[in-house]
Each structure stands twice: as structure tokens, then as C-alpha cells.
């Protein structure tokens, strides 16, 4: 889908699946909400370099994943046993150790389970904004998805990885 050049008249479009990605991630709206504020307002920044760029959207929701997931960071550290323990430590927080899984993923493997899982796109439109083949795409999706359950101390151990 490609996006016009107005960007005031494009932010409600932009916004609601901003909102929505980030909302998944953070669970919580109002941390939600400022992350799509904050990724809009860094499109709005880059917006000249975007028009015309097929890839808009795609951009937005990836922008906003990454404001969502540094949110979390922020809020606190992570050590590196918590994520490398054999099972999820009681009482921790899951988004935070999803967080710090994605960002041990090879940069390919975690652009593929962002979109493909968290913005919800189809193999198709990860493929187009990536500028990779579908079977690039599953290849990434499914080495991303063994590599978190890896990390996460795989689904046997209670651990979801449902987005």
C-alpha cells in the first residue's frame, strides 16, 4: 500500500496500527500510545525521505517496535542470566525477557518476527518491505521463532510466544 505525501492527512491512518503494535508489545495503553506518538512523530522527521516509498507503513510499524521495545529497556535492565536461564524466573516480567530475545536475534531474523508477528503482516508484505523473497521470509520467521524458544527456555517450560 502506498501512502500519499500528506502526512497530517495520513496520521490517523498511521496511528491506529502504530497504536496496535505497540499496544501488544507494552500492554499497557497509555505506554502504548506514547510509543505511537513518539514513532509518528519521528516519521513526520523523516517523512520527506519516505514519500513516495512503497514501504511507509511498514516503516512506521517497524519504527514504532523498536520505540516500544526501548521503552521496556529504559524501564529496566536486563542481565544476561535472566534471559539465558533455563525456565522464566517466577514472577517475571514477559514482555521484558521477549524483549531482550528479540534484540540477541540476528537483525534479519527480528526485522521478519517484528513485522511478521507483532505488526501482523503477511509473508507477502514482509517479503515487499524487506526486498526479500517469500521463502526468505519463512526461512527468518522460523529460525527467529526456534532461536526465541531457545532463549526463552522453549514452550514446554511455559514460556508462549504467542504475539
Known amino acids: 500500500m502506498v501512502l500519499g505525501n500528506d502526512f497530517d492527512s495520513l496520521f ?14 507494552l500492554r499497557d495503553q497509555q505506554d502504548a500510545e506514547d510509543a505511537a506518538s513518539e514513532a509518528l512523530a519521528r516519521t513526520a522527521a523523516s517523512w520527506r525521505r519516505l514519500q513516495g516509498v512503497e514501504y511507509q507503513r511498514a516503516w512506521v510499524l ?3 517496535a523498536n520505540v ?6 529504559r524501564r529496566r535492565t536486563v542481565s544476561a542470566d535472566l534471559v539465558d536461564a533455563p525456565g522464566m524466573p517466577v514472577g517475571c516480567d514477559d514482555r521484558l525477557v521477549l524483549a531482550a530475545a528479540l534484540g540477541k536475534l540476528p537483525r534479519r531474523q527480528r526485522e521478519v518476527v517484528v ?5 501482523d503482516m503477511t509473508e507477502l508484505q514482509v517479503a515487499d518491505h524487506l526486498h526479500i523473497s517469500q521463502g526468505a521470509v519463512k526461512q527468518h520467521s522460523r529460525r527467529g521463532l526456534a532461536a526465541l524458544r531457545d532463549l526463552l527456555g522453549g514452550p514446554a517450560q511455559g514460556v508462549s510466544l504467542a504475539f
Not at 14 to 21: D, E, G, K, M, Q
Open 12 to 25: 490517523r491512518e498511521l496511528y491506529i496500527p502504530a497504536f496496535s503494535v505497540a499496544l501488544r508489545i
Open 68 to 73: 516500544s521495545i526501548d521503552m521496556i529497556r
Open 115 to 119: 513485522l511478521r508477528y507483532l505488526a
Open 62 to 64: 517497524r519504527v514504532t
